[in-house]
Nanobody, 128 residues
């Protein structure tokens, strides 16, 4: 079991920014795709962003595109989610996920069942 730990959540006003970080143990973090998902009260967990092993390919949910940026640092064994222009509807618990299964560098893994390891989540609250 790979351990993933998210940090950086908090309370921010609409229009503000937050940077979430995910620290991972083990080597798979540097070898396989990573993703960010979120879950708001009363809603299903939804895809936010994903990044491939090399960091050269990323994909975003329509709601995140243009505002959020996912990045990874192999040296630091971390993946970040920079969130700008935050909206109240971004309020959710944000989860970091890592895929262990064999992966395609040119494929976007956007479903929860594409991932094998999950962090505990970090709360993001955006006030209006």
């Amino acid at each position: 079991q790979v351990q993933l730990v998210e940090s950086g959540g908090g309370l921010v006003q609409a229009g503000g920014s937050l940077r979430l970080s995910c620290a991972a143990s083990g080597r798979i973090f540097t070898s396989y795709p990573m993703g960010w998902f979120r879950q708001a009260p009363g809603k299903e967990r939804e895809f936010v962003a994903t990044i491939n092993w090399s960091g050269g390919r990323s994909s975003y949910a329509d709601s995140a595109k243009g505002r959020f940026t996912i990045s990874r640092d192999h040296a630091k064994n971390s993946v970040d989610l920079q969130m700008n222009s935050l909206k109240p509807e971004d309020t959710a618990v944000y989860y970091c996920a890592a895929r262990r299964q064999s992966s395609n560098e040119n494929y976007d893994y956007i479903r929860t069942h594409d991932y094998d390891y999950w962090g505990q989540g970090t709360q993001v609250t955006v006030s209006s």
